[in-house]
């Protein structure tokens, strides 16, 4: 689904910043050439959700669950990716603008609010994401969030607080990339099988 780069592309707590401009002879503030760490977070979560469904189908190919590798399925993956890669920046941007110390309380109060907060949030965007490009209702896009959203929530209960209070207070900043990634690209290839696991009870009626 995402990618939660938490402090892994942007983080005032890790003092890292916005690339900066550079100024020209004439006075002026020039962009250097190159990603943003917005657009580098939006690469990053279109990348991992894709990389992930790509693994769950090669999964479900090896199981004898599906015949063939669905493209679609893969690039509708990637764009849910950066719906939620967006609303997942930003949110953490704001939390580390919030709370730029790195203390217990602080952490604890980040997680505790990610998890309340934001979760619940870009997990209905995924699934709106997904409705809208898979031309679903609204009544279609419902039954599925309430079928396969608290699934992914306590999935996220599960991962993500241990993981990111590791992430906060152990993992040293130029490393926190390559930690997040990792642990997200595990949450995107079971996004990808709850999106996708069939409904046994769809199955009967059709």
């Known amino acids: 689904m995402q990618s939660r780069i938490y402090g892994g592309c ?24 190159g990603w943003s760490p917005a657009r580098m977070c939006e690469g990053i979560s279109i ?19 599906i015949v063939g590798w669905d493209r679609t399925r893969t690039i509708r993956m990637g764009i849910s990716g950066l719906t939620v890669g967006i609303v997942c920046h930003y949110w953490y941007q704001y939390l580390d603008y919030l709370y730029p110390k790195r203390t217990m309380q602080t952490v604890v109060r980040k997680i505790l609010m990610d998890q309340f907060i934001c979760s619940p949030f870009y ?33 996220e209960w599960t991962v993500w607080p241990a993981a990111q209070f590791i992430n906060f207070f152990f993992i040293a900043p130029k490393y926190r990339v390559f930690y997040d990634n990792t642990v997200s690209l595990g949450y995107d290839v079971y996004t990808s099988k709850v999106k996708y696991k069939k409904n046994p009870n769809s199955e009967k009626e059709s």
């Open 47 to 65: 990348s991992l959700s894709m990389l992930g469904d790509t693994l769950e189908q090669s999964y479900e190919r090896f199981t004898g669950e």
């Open 10 to 33: 942007f983080s005032i707590d890790d003092g890292g910043e916005e690339e900066e401009a550079e100024v020209g002879g004439d006075g002026k503030r020039n962009s250097r050439p």
């Open 123 to 155: 997990i209905s965007i995924f699934f709106l994401t997904m409705g809208i490009l898979e031309d679903k209702t609204w009544v279609e896009v419902q039954e599925e969030i309430k079928d396969k959203a608290i699934t992914l929530y306590k999935a």
